[in-house]
Each structure stands twice: as C-alpha cells, then as structure tokens.
C-alpha cells in the first residue's frame, strides 16, 4: 500500500507545453506539499496545503498552480513549460504542523527539451 | 529563518569504515530533527528522527542523538555497506515556517 503516489514518475515534454504531476495521500493527512529537487539534489518547499487551504506559497513563476480537491490530493500544474523547470517534483504529506515526521511520494523526473 | 546546514561531500568509504556525517541547525523554538535517504533514482525515505533534545534516533544502524547545547544533529554509523551508498539529508520541522527546512544533502559513496 503505497501511502503517498504520484504519477507520472516519469515525464518528457517539449518546451511551451502544458503538463500535470497528480499526487495522493492515503494515510489522511491533514497537509500536503509539493517540494522541488533541482540537479544538484537541493530541495526546496514550492507549496504547502492544509485542508484544501493554501498556507505556503513560495516564490515559484505563477506558471505553476497547485490543485487540492480535497485533503487527500494535491495536483500542481504547470503551463508554458520551460528547459529550468527540469527536475524532480516530491509531493509529501503530514498529520499537521507540530512536527510529525512528512512522508514523501517517489517523486516525478520532469524532463523539458 | 531556520537553516540547516551539513558538511560537504561526496563522501567515500569503504566497506565496514566508520561514518559521520555532520549536521548543524538554526531554529526559532524547539523544532524535531530529521534525516532523509535518498537512493539512487529513488524518493526521499525517512532514517530515522528524533523530537526533542537529547532523543537519538536509530535504524538501520545509522544513530543521531539531538543535542540543543551544539545545535547538532549527526548522523553516524558503525560500519558501512555498499548498500548504504545514497544522499542523505538533514532536516528539521516545523520550525518558524511551518515546512520541512532541508539542509543541501551528502553524497556517500561505499566502496566494496
């Protein structure tokens, strides 16, 4: 039982195109995030939400947009694709914010050419 | 605002040496520590945790003991494995902004 899956692992797609990373939790979470895993491994926080409520936005292009329609998914997607944007995407849920451990997802390899 | 910083790497060993890899926070209130392990084309995977001062975590045969006097939170174990080999990083959470604060990561490579 995979309790945080997000699909595609995997996604090649040509510059300008529009494209969505899907992402479930099963363990009922209250909270979920989206992070950003660049080429040298460095992780940063994109998008926090609790209850379907956005609390964190971080300073990502406004070509992303994260979709939660209900607190056991958070989508994010992403328009007019750019080469910068190639990275891995690690969606992650936690019970709340008083320091219960997060759990990530297997992550989505995003490829821009 | 909160930041966690660990050494640089890469780290190579080889099998059954001894491991350290060293980890120092900054955070407003008492926040839990982590460390993560990344293997190769793989997700993030919780090693082990610990949630107030003093706490060491252990699994795997990797420990961490939470010590607030240092801001410390090193992660050690007694004798490697090729398997072992992995990034590894330090984290805390919740901290001053409420997400899961990483520190940049650490290449260990274990030599047969």
């Known amino acids: 039982d995979t309790a945080v899956s997000q699909t595609p692992k995997y996604l090649v797609t040509q510059m300008g195109n529009d494209k969505s990373i899907k992402c479930e939790q099963n363990l009922g979470h209250d909270t979920m995030y989206w992070y950003k895993q660049d080429s040298k491994k460095f992780l940063k926080i994109m998008f926090s939400?609790?209850?379907?409520?956005?609390?964190i936005n971080e300073t990502v292009p406004n070509r992303f947009s994260p979709k939660s329609p209900d607190k056991a998914h958070l989508n994010l997607h992403i328009n007019s694709l750019e080469l910068g944007d190639s990275a891995v995407y690690f969606c992650?849920?936690?019970?709340?914010?008083?320091?219960?451990?997060?759990?990530f997802g297997e992550g989505s390899w995003l490829t821009v050419v | 605002g909160d930041s966690v910083t660990q050494m640089e790497g890469p780290v190579t060993l080889s099998e059954e040496a001894f491991l350290t890899i060293n980890c120092t926070y900054t955070?407003?209130?008492?926040?839990?520590l982590f460390w993560y392990v990344q293997y190769p084309g793989e997700g993030l995977q919780l090693l082990l945790k610990?949630?107030?001062?003093?706490d060491k975590g252990s699994n795997k045969g990797f420990e961490a003991t939470y010590r607030k006097e240092t801001t410390s939170f090193h992660l050690e174990k007694g004798s490697v494995q090729v398997s072992d080999s992995a990034v590894y990083f330090c984290a805390l959470f919740p901290g001053s902004a409420r997400q899961l604060t990483f520190g940049s990561g650490t290449q260990l490579t274990v030599l047969p």
């Open positions: 955070a407003t209130g008492y926040p839990s």
């Open positions: 610990a949630t107030k001062a003093d």
């Open positions: 992650a849920s936690s019970p709340g914010h008083s320091g219960n451990t997060i759990y």
């Open positions: 939400y609790n209850n379907k409520e956005l609390i």
